[in-house]
């Protein structure tokens, strides 16, 4: 909590520092904020921690293989809640099954399929009930 409190801090003095008005001198000043937020910083992690060990905590958590990208990209839109569509992924190929309430639905899950990094072709096999 301290580190972010510190961070919060020093990025509002930076903002307010640069949202001002520039002058020749502007330059000095900024280098001057700046070495003082990489003390900071460091002096509020702890010694032995270092900026990559959280960056590849990170990196890890986020989705490499792309049907993952998809199945997380389909959960977090609110426009497909309560629907259930199965994602399976064969190389960078993704393909959508499952049955959606409408076709604006179906829109949007094989939009979010088709411009997910890493996927080259959806197949549709989505399916609306007929009304």
Do not use: H
């Not at 990025?11 to 000095?28: E, I, K, M, N, P």
């Not at 986020?62 to 064969?90: F, K, Q, W």
């Not at 076709?103 to 979010?112: I, N, T, Y």
Request: avoid cysteine; aromatic fraction near 4%.
């Amino acid at each position: 909590m301290r580190q972010f409190v510190v961070f919060v801090g020093l990025a509002t003095l930076f903002v307010v520092g640069v949202g001002s008005r520039f002058q020749t001198s502007d330059g000095d000043r900024i280098a001057a904020v700046s070495r003082l937020v990489s003390g900071k910083l460091r002096e509020s992690l702890p010694p032995a921690l270092s900026v990559a060990g959280p960056l590849d905590t990170l990196r890890r958590e986020l989705p490499t293989r792309p049907e993952d990208a998809v199945r997380s990209r389909l959960a977090a839109d609110r426009r497909l809640a309560g629907t259930d569509v199965t994602v399976i992924g064969e190389g960078t190929t993704v393909r959508l099954r499952g049955v959606l309430p409408d076709a604006k639905a179906k829109r949007v899950a094989l939009s979010l399929a088709e411009n997910t990094a890493g996927v080259e072709q959806v197949v549709d096999e989505l399916a609306i009930p007929a009304e």
